[in-house]
């Protein structure tokens, strides 16, 4: 099972990106996803997650409003949606899968890890 993380890249204040994750050897539609991100030096921090069929979406207080999560059933990708982006937001954006179709935000949660994609916010 391998999740593949891309989108990333770097962008200034107030811009925008759109990180996917696509994920390989099993389907992950009956599984809930989410978007992690880590600082050097900080523990990895919860930004979204979603459940199997969509609906419900959880978000971190410091991304609503700013970002949106969504899945592609059919094409098993998960999709990161970032507006209005701050240099706070800069981080290695990590997607994590589940076994569980239960919604979860705690990392340990997680049962699969993709390999991370940078994206770099200037002001």
């Known amino acids: 099972v391998q999740l593949q993380a891309s989108g990333g890249g770097s962008v200034q204040a107030g811009g925008s990106l759109r990180l996917s994750c696509a994920a390989s050897?099993?389907?992950?539609?009956?599984?809930?996803m989410g978007w992690f991100r880590q600082v050097p030096g900080k523990e990895r921090e919860f930004v979204a997650s979603?459940?199997?069929?969509?609906?419900?979406?959880y978000y971190a207080d410091s991304v609503k409003g700013r970002f949106t999560i969504s899945r592609d059933i059919r094409k098993g990708t998960v999709y990161l949606q970032m507006n209005s982006l701050s240099p706070a937001d800069t981080a290695v954006y990590y997607c994590?899968?589940?076994?569980?179709?239960?919604?979860?935000?705690?990392?340990?949660?997680?049962?699969?890890w993709g390999q991370g994609t940078q994206v770099t916010v200037s002001s």
């Open positions: 994590a899968g589940r076994r569980s179709a239960s919604i979860a935000r705690d990392a340990r949660a997680f049962d699969y």
């Open positions: 050897g099993r389907t992950f539609s009956n599984n809930a």
């Open positions: 979603i459940g199997w069929g969509g609906p419900p979406q």
